[in-house]
């Protein structure tokens, strides 16, 4: 006995549609995939252009008679702006820099993490309702309000905390002075790590309550505390995210700008001590563009070669966090 075709749900609206209506719908679908197919090539173009534009100006600063690729590389000393003897060693704007991040990634590495773990495993619903949006609010305050926050806050009750510290561990009869006279990085690192802390706790968290009831269940049936669950069997499944989550705060405190503008300090040194202040990557490139150098000259085209590194950095940062995801990330059915 022959069997009967059974017409399915997209045939019969095909049979009942009119040629126009389906010329409609095919050129409905074309002019919706031509504007992704646009949308994805324009943001090609532009990566693209900054990069050309980025590089070919430093191809220029490495160009011009004061300036050699190998004292960029290796000088310790960056003074462009200070009369005829310019120095333009890179690793005092490197070191500013990094030690701005790496006191911003004490403060939002730990906290961010701890945060999640106890919203994504311990925390009942309503106080999850009112901590999630708090660090919302969070992420939505601009940059240069965490700067004046640092300055008007951080750095007076720094100096506040170590003055009293020092006069209790000075002699009687000595002055009690304090050895710090700025917390400028230090300032900067922890307004820093304030603003990344909605990041690191949004993406950790994500990741860990994307880890499969099953597995929690599984550590409770062997006896497990919630403690050791959430330590030793979800963190660790969900190390992928929670690293990818580390790499991207880092990369947006390396790339940080009005903050350590406002509270880091401007002047560019060796940075050996949190406690002195340090000018970072994109606070010199602020200073250059606010009008203290020429346009077209060795000060003007030095802002691009620290861009340049800077793109460096954080490209490398981006190419690490994509290969601990591809390397650590775990599949679940």
Same mark, same amino acid.
């Given at each position: 006995m022959a069997s009967v075709a059974t017409p399915t749900s997209a045939t019969v609206v095909s049979a009942t549609l009119r040629p126009r209506n389906r010329r409609l719908i095919r050129l409905r679908d074309r002019c919706v995939v031509g504007g992704l197919f646009g949308a994805g090539i324009f943001s090609i173009l532009i990566t693209v252009a900054i990069v050309f534009i980025l590089f070919g100006e430093t191809l220029r600063f490495f160009g011009m008679p004061e300036v050699s690729l190998w004292s960029y590389l290796t000088g310790l000393e960056w003074k462009p702006l200070l009369g005829a003897d310019k120095k333009f060693g890179m690793w005092p704007l490197v070191?500013?820099?990094?030690?701005? &991040?790496? !006191?911003?990634?004490?403060?939002? /590495? %730990?906290?961010?993490?701890?945060?999640?773990?106890? /919203?994504?495993?311990?925390?009942?619903?309503?106080?999850?309702? @009112?901590?999630?949006?708090?660090?919302? !609010?969070?992420?939505?305050? %601009? &940059?240069?309000?965490?700067?004046?926050?640092?300055? $008007? $806050?951080?750095? %007076?009750?720094?100096?506040? !905390?170590?003055?009293?510290?020092?006069?209790?561990?000075?002699?009687?009869?000595?002055?009690?002075?304090?050895?710090?006279?700025?917390?400028? =990085?230090? =300032?900067?690192?922890?307004?820093?790590?304030?603003?990344?802390?909605?990041?690191?706790?949004?993406?950790?968290?994500?990741?860990?309550?994307?880890?499969?009831?099953?597995?929690?269940?599984?550590?409770?049936?062997?006896?497990?505390?919630?403690?050791?669950?959430? @330590?030793? @069997?979800? &963190? %660790?499944?969900? /190390? =992928?995210? !929670?690293?990818?989550?580390?790499?991207?705060?880092?990369?947006?405190?390396?790339?940080?700008?009005?903050?350590?503008? /406002?509270a880091a300090g401007g002047m560019a040194r060796l940075a050996t001590d949190p406690a002195e202040g340090a000018q970072t990557m994109t606070a010199y490139m602020v200073q250059i563009f606010l009008g203290d150098a020429e346009f077209g000259s060795v000060e003007y085209y030095s802002s691009y070669a620290i861009g340049a590194t800077l793109f460096l950095m954080t490209l490398g940062l981006t190419l690490l966090g994509n290969w601990v995801l591809a390397r650590y990330r775990e599949a679940y059915e």
């Amino acid at each position: 006995m022959a069997s009967v075709a059974t017409p399915t749900s997209a045939t019969v609206v095909s049979a009942t549609l009119r040629p126009r209506n389906r010329r409609l719908i095919r050129l409905r679908d074309r002019c919706v995939v031509g504007g992704l197919f646009g949308a994805g090539i324009f943001s090609i173009l532009i990566t693209v252009a900054i990069v050309f534009i980025l590089f070919g100006e430093t191809l220029r600063f490495f160009g011009m008679p004061e300036v050699s690729l190998w004292s960029y590389l290796t000088g310790l000393e960056w003074k462009p702006l200070l009369g005829a003897d310019k120095k333009f060693g890179m690793w005092p704007l490197v070191t500013g820099t990094l030690m701005v &991040t790496a !006191i911003a990634a004490l403060v939002a /590495l %730990p906290i961010g993490l701890i945060t999640a773990i106890y /919203l994504s495993e311990f925390a009942p619903a309503r106080v999850r309702a @009112v901590i999630k949006p708090a660090l919302e !609010i969070l992420a939505g305050i %601009p &940059t240069v309000v965490y700067g004046f926050f640092a300055l $008007t $806050t951080i750095t %007076p009750a720094l100096r506040g !905390i170590v003055e009293l510290s020092t006069r209790w561990m000075t002699p009687a009869g000595e002055p009690g002075y304090s050895v710090f006279e700025f917390f400028n =990085s230090t =300032s900067a690192g922890i307004a820093v790590g304030i603003m990344c802390l909605p990041t690191v706790c949004s993406l950790s968290e994500d990741a860990l309550r994307a880890v499969p009831k099953g597995l929690r269940e599984a550590a409770f049936g062997v006896g497990g505390t919630r403690f050791d669950v959430a @330590v030793k @069997v979800v &963190t %660790p499944a969900a /190390l =992928s995210g !929670i690293v990818a989550a580390f790499l991207l705060a880092i990369s947006r405190a390396v790339g940080e700008t009005m903050i350590v503008s /406002l509270a880091a300090g401007g002047m560019a040194r060796l940075a050996t001590d949190p406690a002195e202040g340090a000018q970072t990557m994109t606070a010199y490139m602020v200073q250059i563009f606010l009008g203290d150098a020429e346009f077209g000259s060795v000060e003007y085209y030095s802002s691009y070669a620290i861009g340049a590194t800077l793109f460096l950095m954080t490209l490398g940062l981006t190419l690490l966090g994509n290969w601990v995801l591809a390397r650590y990330r775990e599949a679940y059915e």
